[in-house]
């Protein structure tokens, strides 16, 4: 046997970026006698947490709150374990993935007994086959994204997915149908009700993305996306463009999006008790995200971006305003997310902080209904969207050492529309738009091959609007230290 290097990339994602091709960990590569290629990968990640004053109130408790592993019950402090095993195998003409995972904050629960019955899950299961470079059929499930390389407004995630993908003289392409939620009987679920049977709890996603070459490392890519989202009873088609390019010694990333559509939701119960109704609704929303980063040296490359969504002023009218993406990877857009920090969590005790801001799901809770999509489909159009400006630097570090690289960064942050927040029960009357300031820093130590520490620290300093919107004025803080070992 022989040991492969392939690195890894930073953050949780890492080991499933590279889909289309050999995975991003380090890798045993086995020979067959059939010529087959097989690739076996091991990970182990381990992430001591502590956070506070997620409700921006610090006489106050803090109580559970969500994480990418969970909710997290055990005060304010944890301990995210996220391990990987997995095979890819590779033909002449074929690849083929399967990969398990058990991702859990450790406790005597999820430690010591097995975690929701199992010891280990199926993360991901995706093959190929390639007719043609302009042709390869692809069906599985595993994790793609849509614009990522820019700001991650629209999608990026694992689920099941059937399709084809290509290159070719002009570009690329990418065309799937992912059908995220289904009714149909499984182990968790073994007897279905009526409307699953039916598919009215259905959610089916066809999307695409073409990718046109412009030379000079450069591209732009035209996106078409389709939502049949029969569980919340919405249709929405998604439409816009991305684009990856340099102008001289500038790195520039942009995207621009837009949704239209309908929500026929019914009758739902605002955050201040009010009963709205959400029948023949009409969706439309917008988002944008713009970056430009210069590389001064190894160890300083400055970089701004911008991130826009358009937010709903009135969440008891018929207009669903607030911009969704099916999901939002905007936390691990490459200068706009660092992966641990605050953004990339999911306060759910603060309802203007989960109200589009912030989170997990950057999309999820607003003052209430309208909800099109989002992370788990927990997300509402009546969100009051954002505008993020971001500046900071990233590099490495080679005056004190070569294996030490950071990326430091700091977000003011404003609510793109405020009438929806005026309506939460918490409100003191108007709200200001700006809604604070989050610093952060991650420092990584790239020590070998197999392993790398890294260090985040965030803190969020909220301003006038989520005082207005909550009473709260004190500021969070989160530190994660993740050793991450890939084999």
């Given amino acids: 046997m022989k040991i492969t290097g392939k690195r890894i990339g930073q953050g949780c994602l890492g080991a499933l970026l590279a889909v289309n091709?050999?995975?991003?960990?380090?890798?045993?590569?086995?020979?067959?006698?059939?010529?087959?290629?097989?690739?076996?990968?091991?990970?182990?990640k381990f992430q001591p947490t502590y956070f506070s004053n997620f409700d921006m109130d610090s006489s106050k408790e803090d109580g559970a709150t969500g994480t990418s592993a969970g909710a997290v019950q055990v005060g304010d402090e944890h301990v995210r374990a996220e391990v990987r095993l997995g095979v890819v195998a590779t033909g002449k003409n074929w690849t083929g993935k399967l990969l398990l995972e058990n991702d859990f904050a450790l406790d005597a629960n999820s430690v010591d007994r097995a975690y929701r019955g199992e010891r280990f899950g199926l993360e991901q299961a995706y093959f190929t086959y390639t007719f043609d470079p302009a042709f390869t059929v692809q069906g599985g499930w595993t994790f793609k994204n849509l614009d990522m390389a820019s700001g991650g407004l629209l999608y990026g995630d694992d689920h099941p997915l059937f399709g084809a993908t290509g290159k070719t003289s002009w570009g690329g392409y990418d065309i799937y149908w992912m059908p995220i939620n289904d009714g149909l009987i499984s182990r968790t679920n073994p007897t279905p009700t009526i409307a699953q049977v039916n598919g009215q709890e259905d959610w089916d996603v066809y999307a695409s993305k073409f990718d046109i070459d412009l030379g000079g490392g450069s591209r732009i890519s035209p996106i078409l996306t389709f939502s049949d989202n029969q569980q919340q009873n919405a249709v929405a088609t998604y439409f816009g463009v991305e684009y990856i390019g340099n102008i001289g010694a500038l790195k520039i990333r942009a995207e621009v999006l837009g949704v239209t559509g309908s929500f026929n939701g019914g009758s739902s119960t605002l955050e201040n008790g009010t009963v709205v109704d959400n029948s023949?609704?009409?969706?439309?929303?917008?988002?944008?995200?713009?970056?430009?980063?210069?590389?001064?040296?190894?160890a300083f490359n400055p970089f701004i971006a911008l991130r826009v969504a358009s937010g709903d002023d009135d969440p008891t009218d018929n207009d669903v305003e607030g911009w969704l993406g099916i999901t939002d990877?905007?936390?691990?857009?490459?200068?706009?997310?660092i992966d641990g920090q605050f953004m990339g969590w999911q306060p759910n005790s603060n309802r203007a902080i989960a109200s589009g801001l912030f989170g997990v799901a950057l999309d999820q809770a607003g003052p209430g209904g309208a909800g099109y999509g989002g992370i788990s489909n927990a997300g509402t159009g009546n969100n009051p969207g954002q505008i993020m400006l971001s500046f900071g630097s990233s590099g490495n570090l080679a005056a004190i050492s070569p294996k030490l690289s950071y990326q430091a960064q700091i977000f003011p942050m404003w609510y793109q529309q405020t009438g929806g927040l005026e309506s939460l029960s918490t409100a003191s009357g108007s709200v200001d738009s700006f809604a604070g300031t989050e610093l952060d820093v991650a420092v990584k130590y790239q020590a070998n091959e197999y392993f790398?520490?890294?260090?985040?620290l965030s803190s969020f300093l909220p301003g006038k609007g989520v005082e207005d919107a909550t009473g709260g004025d004190d500021a969070a803080y989160v530190a994660m230290l993740e050793l991450n070992w890939n084999y």
């Fill in 21 to 44: 091709g050999v995975p991003a960990a380090m890798a045993l590569e086995v020979p067959t006698s059939s010529g087959v290629k097989l690739d076996i990968i091991t990970q182990g």
């Fill in 280 to 298: 023949n609704s009409d969706i439309s929303a917008f988002a944008g995200y713009a970056s430009v980063e210069y590389p001064v040296s190894e």
């Fill in 329 to 337: 990877i905007g936390r691990y857009s490459p200068l706009i997310g």
């Fill in 452 to 456: 790398a520490p890294r260090l985040v």
